[in-house]
Nanobody
């Protein structure tokens, strides 16, 4: 059974940084993504990493986080990181890790973690 476990969430002041981690129990394909959902809002794609290219990897970011967030993966491909800088109150949400999907289309992802809360007080 595949398990994705997120960690690293917490409360941070506006302008601060956090790094989220997603531990994947077994290889589930080349694409891993982060999504987030704020109370009363739809789930939003944050970032994706695709390591299907043997010469490197491809990343994709949601427009609201591009330039502030960075997604990466360890060499063993068991952990995916989301480095979040210049955090804003509107980044407050539950952040979910997902695997085996396409781009930032949440309905295409098969495996999901339970989420980790990120809070940026206004």
């Amino acid at each position: 059974q595949v398990q994705l476990v997120e960690s690293g969430g917490g409360s941070v002041q506006a302008g601060g940084s956090l790094r989220l981690s997603c531990s994947v129990s077994k290889y589930v394909g080349y694409r891993v993504a982060w999504f987030r959902q704020a109370p009363g809002k739809e789930r939003e794609g944050v970032a994706m990493i695709d390591t299907s290219d043997i010469s490197g990897h491809t990343t994709l970011y949601g427009t609201s986080v591009e330039g502030r967030f960075s997604i990466s993966q360890d060499s063993a491909k068991t952990t995916v990181f989301l480095q979040m800088n210049s955090l804003k109150p509107e980044d407050t949400a539950m952040y979910y890790c997902a695997a085996s999907g396409f781009a930032l289309f949440e309905n295409t992802y098969t495996y999901w973690g339970r989420g980790t809360q990120v809070t940026v007080p206004s």
